[in-house]
């Protein structure tokens, strides 16, 4: 039998703990065949991004156009995009191959603090790609900056209003994360623009530094879940599991603060 296919669409990290080399572990541990196209390359370890190359527009859409004339595509997830051109090439593969459910991960910063996409690629993200997708999955920075918010939310009411701001983006589900909220649990918010009620996914706060490729395991979760079939809420429900699990299977190979693990993580 043939495993479900997913696509991911997102930089390489050479640590090994997020982006490409996260979303596929992820895929491989939910039994999901992944497929990649890579939009950036960069040379990065546990304390710092050293070295950042963006891949042009071009080869970006070639990958993506390889795939999905290829392989059927049960599922696809944006990352680290880089580029205001590779999000429009992004958005235009997405119409035109039908790339769907679509998960896209905002990812504007790296977690050293590193900036990963600009304001005019934040400007197309918001524009172009955001009403084509199924889901996005901001974290709280993220989320405000999408939101064109001063500051990141600091409660769930904030929380609420922002994925709500965002929702009128043109996106038909927001999962804002609340990992980097004060308190013993992380919750992340579901909202959907069909009506359905706001929903809390709650889990243990864990105390440990090994933390780095979280929203990138998450997202990917999400997509891999997506791809085997199951509905939006039951796959967030699930990656939130999953992720929960990952970071406490965490390990730390370097001087800084080490990565979650998908691979120590079985899918429930």
């Known amino acids: 039998m043939r495993p479900p296919v997913a696509l991911t ?31 950036a390359v960069t040379a990065q370890n546990t304390i710092r991004v050293d070295d950042v190359q963006l891949l042009g527009l071009e080869i970006v859409a070639a990958q993506i156009r390889a795939v999905a004339t290829d392989m059927p595509l049960a599922a696809t997830k944006t ?54 997708s199924d889901l996005v999955t901001p974290n709280l920075a993220e989320a405000a900056a999408l939101a064109r918010w001063p500051d990141p939310p ?48 709650s889990g243990p706060r864990l105390d440990t530094p090994n933390t780095h490729g979280t929203g990138c395991v998450l997202s990917a979760a999400i997509t891999a879940r997506l ?3 199951e509905d939006l809420v039951q796959a967030v429900e699930g990656a939130k599991h999953f992720v929960t699990a990952a970071i406490a299977a965490g390990v730390g190979l370097g001087a800084g603060p080490g990565a979650v693990n998908p691979s120590g993580s079985s899918p429930p």
């Open 9 to 39: 669409v997102a930089g390489t990290d050479s640590g090994g703990g997020a982006g490409i080399a996260a979303d596929l572990k992820t895929f491989a541990a939910h039994g999901v065949w992944g497929t990649c196209a890579v939009t």
């Open 154 to 201: 600091v409660g769930r009411e904030e929380m609420q209003r922002v994925g709500e701001a965002i929702l009128g983006l043109g996106p038909k589900a927001v999962l804002v994360t609340g990992g980097h909220l004060l308190g013993a649990e992380a919750a992340d918010l579901l909202v959907q623009a069909d009506g359905s009620e706001p929903r809390w996914f």
């Open 227 to 229: 791809a085997r079939g």
């Open 79 to 132: 990352g680290m995009l880089g580029h205001p051109a590779v999000v429009r090439a992004v958005a235009m593969a997405v119409e035109e191959f039908h790339l769907h459910p679509l998960v896209v991960d905002p990812v504007a910063t790296a977690s050293s603090g590193e900036r990963l996409l600009s304001s005019a690629g934040l400007n197309e993200l918001r524009d172009r790609l955001l009403p084509l």
